[in-house]
C-alpha cells in the first residue's frame, strides 16, 4: 500500500491509494485535515481564501479578480478575516449534504475551506464554550442569497445539534416557519423571484445541552405598498398566487375567490401572475403542511385565509360620484364578501369607506369622501389589514417556538443566537421612503459593524501584547446623525412636517429639509447644487452621500407613507369584527387613546435602536451575499454588478479595517506545526515551548523585524508576501520530504510486510505438521483396526454372517462388485465374465443373465428399421445357406442391397407394362435356354406378386409366386439356380435355369418375397428341372480349379466350380 496525499484547493481531502488502485477519501475528522493554508499554493488559479491575504488589499480591481477566480471554480465563499462573503451560484452546488456538515462540525474555524457552515459552527461553539449570546448578520441585496443562506443555518443545527423529542418539535417549528413567512412577506421581484420584502430577525434559543428549545422572531418594515401597486414585471405577495392556485375549490367558493388572477385589481398591476420558476401550487401544500406544524388549527387558518380573501375583495371595491361629487360604492356584491369574511356589517363598511370622520372640540363630524380619497382609504385599509395580520402572524409563530420546559423556565435563561436576514443597501433608478428607511437601516449596521470589527481587532491586540495603531476608516456617524438626529435629522423634519396644521406637502417637506440641514456636507437638493449637479437633480428630489455612495430619493409620498393613516370611522369598523384575528389587530385602546399613533419612519427608527441594542450585547459574525448578476444565470460573472455591491457592502472598508494592522496571525501550536520542517532545529520535533520554537523558526526563516511581531499566544505577519515566501519554501522542502517519508514508508510497510509473511509461513509449517503427524497416526490406526478385522473374517468366511466376518464378507462383496464394474463385457458377442467367489456364484449367474438382457435390449433399441431389414434378410440366408452352400461365408459380411438396377437401368416400356406395380428388387442374371444351354442376358425384376425376366423392353416370361413351387441351387461355389414352376400353367415353358453374381442375396430376397424359404434346395451332385411338354432337364455339378459352364455329351449341361471352403 502506498500512501498518497493529495491537496485540494476547496478542502482538506487525503486520499489512501492501494496496489489495487482501489481509492479510500477521508475528510473531516475521518481524515488527516489539510488546514487552510493548504489552499495557497493554488492562489494563481482559484485565488486566496481569505481576502486579507491579498497582496493588493487596496485595490478594488484585485479584490474583484479573486472574487472573478473563485466563482469560476464554483467556490463561492471567501472570508475576509472572519467575514464571509457569499457569491449567489443561481446553482445547486453539492456542498450542503450531511456529510459536509459533519466535515464543518466541531473544527476550528481556517482548519476547513470557507463555508456557511464553518460561520455557524463557529458561532454554536462560542455559544457552547464561552456561555455568549452569539448573532449571524446576513446581508445583501435582493437576490443575493441571504434567505437561502438563514435557510442553510438553520438546517445546519437542525442536522448536528442534540436531539429529543421536544428538541425535535421545535427544530421542526423553526425550519417550517421559514416558508410560511416567505408566502405572507416574500414577493417576486425584477431582481428575485422570491425577495423578502420584511427584515427579519430570528433568536434561536439553546439550553446548557446546546440543544435548541425555542425561538423568537422581530420582523422590520414590511413592504405593506406592494398589496396595492407592484411595478411591472413584479408581484404581490405568494400567498395570494399560492391560494388561488392550490387552493380546493370548496375553500375557494367559501372565500367567494375563483382560481384566475387576473380577476383581481390588486394582483394584475404587475402584469405578472405566473411565473414559470414559481409552482405555486405545490407552495400551497408546503405552506398548508407547515402551519399545522406550527400549531394553527383549523379555525384559524380559516380565519387567516378569510384575510388574505377579504385583501383581494378590498382591491375590486370600486366607486363612482354622485351628482355632488361624493364617492359611492359600485360593486356591492365585493361588500357583502368583505362583510362576511371580515365579520363586520356590510352596511357599517360600506359607509365607512366614503366616509370619515373628524372629532373637532368634542363633536364628530361626518365628511363625504371624494373619489380619490375614497381610493386612498380602500387602499389604506388594505394595507392595515395585510400589515396588521403579519404580526400577528409573526407573534403567533413567536408562540409556537416559547419554550416553556421545566429546566428553562424563562426566555432568558439559556443561550441564544439570532440571525439577521435583512435588506442590503438599494439604489434604484427611482428610489422612495422605503429605500431611505433601508439605507438607513444599513448605514446604522455598517456603523455597527465597523465599530465591531475595530473593537474585536482592539482586544485581540490588546489580550497578545501588541500596541494597538489607530486606523483611519470613514465614521459614517455622521449620516446617522443626518438621518435620526432630534430636531435636525430628516426624520424629525418630517415627522414634523406630517403633524403641523396646515396644508403640509411633500414638497413643504423637501423646502423645510433644504432650510434645516442645508449646509451638511451629505445632503443636496436641485436648490442647493451648482449648475452643474442641478442637471441631474429633479425639483422633487434630495440627494444623501452615504458611506456606500450617493443616492437620489423622490419625496413624493413620503408624507402619506410616513403617516401611514386609517381613518377612524375604518378603525372603529375593524374593531367590532368578529373574525378573531382582525379583533386581535385592531384593539378599541386605539379608539380612546387621545396620543397620536407614532409615524412609520419614527417606528422604525426605534425598532431599529432596539435591534442595535440586541445585536450589540451579542458577539456578531457576519455573511456578506453578493448577486453575480441580474439575470439569475449560473456562471455569469457580471463586473460592473459586483463592484457596486462590493462597494454598497462597504467590503473594501472592511478589508482595509482588517488589514490596517497584521494581515496574519495564528496560534504558535499551529503555526510551529505546518511550518517546522523549514528549520533543522525545530524539525521534526521540537521539545520546548511553541513561543520559542516559532522564534527559532522566524530566525531562521530571516524575518525582518517589521514583518511580525511576537504575541503571547500568536504571531502576527504583516505583509502576506511574507506569508507567501513561507509558503512557497514550504512546497519546496514537500518534495525532499515526500521522498524521504515514501522511503520511510516504504521500508517500515516491506518490513512489516515481511514479519507478517514469516509469522504466517511459520503458523503455517507448525499447523501443516501437526495436521501431517495427526493424519500419519489416525491412518496408523486405521490400518490396525482394518487388518485385525479383516484377518479376523477370514477365519470366520465360510461360518454365516456375523459380526466377526461381516466385514470380510462385505469387502469380498465389494471387490468382486468393482471387478465386475470394471470388466463387464463390451457387447453382446463378448461372453467373459469375471469368476465369482464361491459365495457369490448364485448372485453372479443372476447378474451375468441381467446384463445380457440389459445389453441386448439396449442393443435392439440402438438397430434402424434399415438395419433391422437387413439383419432380417442375413438371418434368412444364414438358415437357407449356411453350411451348405460354399460360397455362403463370402456373402455374409456384405450387406444386402436393395437393388442391383437404378429405374434408369429398366426399359421404360418394361416399367410402362408393369403399371402400379412396384420392383422391390431387381439384378442382372443371365438365362440359360431349355435347348442347347445357349446363355442369354436378362434382368430379374422382384414385385409384390410376380417374378419378371426381361429382355431389354420385352418381358421374356411372368412367374407368380402361386406358381413358383421352389427354388435348387448347388452345394458348390457356382451361381446358377433353378427356379421351379407348376407345368399345369399353359403360359410357363418350364422351368428356368439363370445365373446371377449375387446368388445369395437374389436367392434370400426372392424367397423371402415368394414366401418360399423352406423350398430352397441345395443340392449336393446333380439338379433336374422340367424343359416343358413332360421332358426334363439335368444340371451336373462337379468340383474344379475354375468355373465353367458348358452342354456335356449326354446333353446335360455341366458345371465346374472351385471349392472355396473344405467341408
Not at 507 to 535: C, G, I, S, W, Y
Not at 588 to 616: C, G, H
Request: proline share 3%; glycine share 6%; charged share 25%.
Amino acid at each position: 500500500m502506498e500512501l498518497q496525499i493529495e491537496y485540494i484547493p476547496t478542502g482538506e481531502i487525503i486520499r489512501v491509494v492501494s496496489q489495487t488502485g482501489e481509492c479510500k477519501t477521508a475528510a473531516g475528522s475521518d481524515g488527516i485535515r489539510l488546514t487552510m493554508e493548504s489552499a495557497l499554493t493554488a492562489r494563481d488559479r482559484v485565488g486566496v481564501q481569505d481576502f486579507v491575504l491579498l497582496e493588493n488589499f487596496t485595490s478594488e480591481a484585485a479584490f474583484i479578480e479573486n472574487l472573478r477566480k473563485r466563482f469560476k471554480e464554483n467556490l463561492i465563499y471567501t472570508y475576509i478575516g472572519s467575514v464571509l462573503v457569499s457569491v449567489n451560484p443561481y446553482k445547486d452546488l453539492e456542498i450542503y449534504s450531511r456529510q459536509h456538515m459533519e466535515r464543518y462540525r466541531g473544527v476550528s474555524f481556517y482548519e476547513v475551506s470557507p463555508h456557511l457552515y464553518a460561520i455557524a459552527d463557529n458561532s454554536y461553539r462560542s455559544l457552547r464554550i464561552e456561555r455568549k449570546d452569539q448573532c449571524i448578520l446576513i446581508s445583501g441585496e435582493s437576490g443575493a442569497g441571504k434567505t437561502e443562506a438563514t435557510k442553510k443555518i438553520l438546517q445546519y443545527y437542525a442536522v448536528t445539534c442534540p436531539a429529543s423529542d421536544q428538541v425535535e418539535t421545535v427544530k421542526d417549528r423553526l425550519l417550517q416557519s421559514n416558508p410560511v413567512l416567505e408566502a405572507f412577506g416574500n414577493a417576486k421581484t425584477l431582481r428575485n423571484d422570491n425577495s423578502s420584502r420584511f427584515g427579519k430577525y430570528m433568536d434561536v434559543q439553546f439550553d446548557y445541552k446546546g440543544a435548541p428549545v425555542g425561538g423568537h422572531i422581530l420582523n422590520y418594515l414590511l413592504e405593506k405598498s406592494r398589496v396595492v401597486h407592484q411595478n411591472h414585471g413584479e408581484r404581490n405577495f405568494h400567498i395570494f398566487y399560492q391560494l388561488l392556485e392550490g387552493g380546493e375549490d370548496d375553500l375557494l367558493r367559501r372565500l367567494g375567490l375563483e382560481k384566475n388572477p387576473q380577476q383581481y385589481h390588486y394582483l394584475v398591476k404587475g402584469q405578472c401572475a405566473r411565473v414559470s420558476s414559481i409552482n405555486d401550487k405545490n407552495d400551497w401544500k408546503v405552506v398548508r403542511r407547515a402551519l399545522s406544524v406550527i400549531n394553527f388549527n383549523d379555525n384559524e387558518v380559516e380565519d387567516l385565509l378569510s384575510i388574505v380573501a377579504s385583501v383581494l375583495h378590498l382591491g375590486n371595491v370600486q366607486f363612482a360620484a354622485n351628482e355632488q361629487g361624493n364617492a359611492q360604492v359600485t360593486t356591492e356584491n365585493q361588500i357583502k364578501y368583505l362583510a362576511r369574511l371580515l365579520g363586520v356589517e356590510g352596511s357599517v363598511l360600506r359607509e365607512a369607506l366614503i366616509h370619515k370622520t373628524i372629532i373637532a372640540k368634542g363633536e364628530e363630524l361626518v365628511s363625504p369622501l371624494n373619489l380619490e380619497q375614497a381610493a386612498y382609504a380602500r387602499d389604506a385599509l388594505a394595507k392595515a389589514v395585510y400589515g396588521r395580520t403579519f404580526s400577528w402572524l409573526v407573534n403567533k409563530i413567536n408562540k409556537s417556538l416559547a419554550y416553556k420546559g421545566a429546566e428553562c423556565p424563562g426566555w432568558r435563561s439559556a443561550t441564544v443566537l439570532g440571525l439577521l436576514d435583512i435588506y442590503g443597501f438599494e439604489v434604484f433608478q427611482h428610489n422612495s421612503f422605503e429605500q431611505f428607511c433601508i439605507n438607513y437601516c444599513n448605514e446604522k449596521l455598517q456603523q455597527l459593524f465597523i465599530e465591531l470589527t475595530l473593537k474585536s481587532e482592539q482586544e485581540e491586540y490588546e489580550s497578545e501584547g501588541i500596541a494597538w495603531e489607530p486606523v483611519q476608516y470613514f465614521n459614517n456617524k455622521i449620516i446617522c446623525d443626518l438621518v435620526e438626529e432630534k430636531f435636525k435629522g430628516i426624520i424629525s423634519i418630517l415627522d414634523e412636517e406630517c403633524l403641523r396644521p396646515g396644508d403640509a406637502t411633500d414638497m413643504t417637506f423637501l423646502e423645510k429639509l433644504e432650510e434645516t440641514v442645508k449646509n451638511h456636507p451629505h445632503f443636496l437638493t436641485h436648490k442647493l447644487a451648482d449648475q452643474k449637479t442641478r442637471k441631474s437633480l429633479g425639483r422633487e428630489e434630495f440627494r444623501l452621500l452615504h458611506y456606500a455612495g450617493e443616492v437620489t430619493y423622490s419625496v413624493t409620498g413620503f408624507l402619506d407613507k410616513n403617516n401611514d393613516l386609517l381613518f377612524r370611522n375604518l378603525k372603529e369598523t375593524m374593531c367590532s369584527s368578529e373574525n378573531p384575528i382582525i379583533n386581535n389587530c385592531f384593539e378599541r385602546t386605539e379608539l380612546t387613546d387621545k396620543k397620536r399613533p407614532e409615524t412609520a419612519a419614527t417606528q422604525f427608527k426605534n425598532s431599529l435602536s432596539k435591534l442595535m441594542e440586541i445585536l450589540m450585547s451579542k458577539e456578531p459574525s457576519y455573511i456578506r451575499c453578493i448577486k453575480p448578476n441580474d439575470a439569475k444565470q449560473a456562471g455569469r460573472f457580471d463586473e460592473v454588478l459586483i463592484r457596486h455591491q462590493v462597494k454598497y457592502l462597504g467590503l473594501m472598508e472592511n478589508l482595509r479595517v482588517r488589514r490596517a494592522g497584521f494581515a496574519y496571525r495564528r496560534k504558535y501550536e499551529i503555526f510551529l506545526q505546518r511550518y517546522k520542517s523549514l528549520c533543522s532545529e525545530t524539525w521534526p520535533t521540537w521539545e520546548g515551548r511553541p513561543h520559542d520554537g516559532v522564534a527559532v523558526l522566524v530566525k531562521h526563516l530571516g524575518y525582518k523585524q517589521e514583518e511580525y511581531k511576537m504575541g503571547r499566544t500568536k504571531i502576527f505577519i504583516r505583509f502576506p508576501k511574507t506569508l507567501f515566501a513561507t509558503e512557497d519554501a514550504l512546497e519546496i522542502r514537500k518534495q525532499s520530504l515526500a521522498t524521504k517519508i515514501q522511503a520511510t514508508w516504504r521500508g517500515f510497510y516491506w518490513r512489516q510486510k515481511f514479519l507478517h509473511m514469516k509469522h504466517s509461513a511459520i503458523t503455517i509449517q507448525s499447523w501443516w505438521r501437526g495436521t501431517q503427524g495427526r493424519r500419519k497416526a489416525a491412518k496408523k490406526k486405521w490400518a490396525v483396526e482394518t487388518i485385525r478385522r479383516f484377518i479376523k473374517g477370514f477365519i470366520y468366511r465360510n461360518y454365516p454372517r456375523c459380526s466377526e466376518n461381516e466385514y470380510f464378507l462385505d469387502y469380498i462383496r465389494y471387490s468382486f462388485l468393482m471387478n465386475l464394474k470394471r470388466n463387464l463385457p463390451k457387447n453382446v458377442l463378448d461372453k467373459s465374465w469375471p469368476t465369482p467367489p464361491p459365495s457369490l456364484c448364485e448372485v453372479s449367474q443372476l447378474l451375468r443373465q441381467l446384463c445380457m438382457q440389459n445389453m441386448v435390449w439396449s442393443y435392439c433399441k440402438r438397430i434402424s428399421p434399415e438395419w433391422k431389414q437387413q439383419l432380417d434378410q442375413k438371418v434368412v440366408a444364414s438358415e437357407m445357406f449356411k453350411g451348405k452352400k460354399d460360397n455362403y461365408p463370402q456373402s455374409v459380411p456384405r450387406l444386402f442391397i436393395n437393388t442391383r438396377l437404378g429405374t434408369e437401368e429398366i426399359n421404360p416400356k418394361v416399367l410402362q407394362v408393369l403399371g402400379n406395380e412396384t420392383i422391390k428388387y431387381a439384378v442382372p442374371v443371365v438365362k440359360y435356354d431349355r435347348k442347347g444351354y445357349k446363355a442369354r442376358v436378362r434382368q430379374l425384376l422382384l414385385t409384390q406378386n410376380s417374378i419378371f425376366i426381361v429382355e431389354e423392353a420385352k418381358i421374356k416370361q411372368r412367374i407368380d409366386y402361386a406358381n413358383l413351387t421352389g427354388i435348387s441351387v448347388s452345394s458348390l461355389s457356382d451361381s446358377l439356380f433353378v427356379l421351379h414352376v407348376r407345368c399345369e400353367d399353359n403360359k410357363q415353358k418350364g422351368d428356368v435355369v439363370l445365373q446371377s453374381d449375387h446368388v445369395i442375396e437374389t436367392l434370400t430376397k426372392t424367397a423371402m418375397s415368394a414366401d418360399r424359404i423352406e423350398n430352397v434346395n441345395v443340392s449336393q451332385g446333380s439338379i433336374k428341372f422340367t424343359t416343358g411338354q413332360g421332358k426334363e432337364g439335368i444340371i451336373d455339378f462337379t468340383s474344379g480349379s475354375e468355373l465353367l459352364i458348358a452342354k456335356a455329351k449326354n446333353g446335360h449341361l455341366a458345371v465346374v466350380a472351385p471349392r472355396l471352403n473344405s467341408r
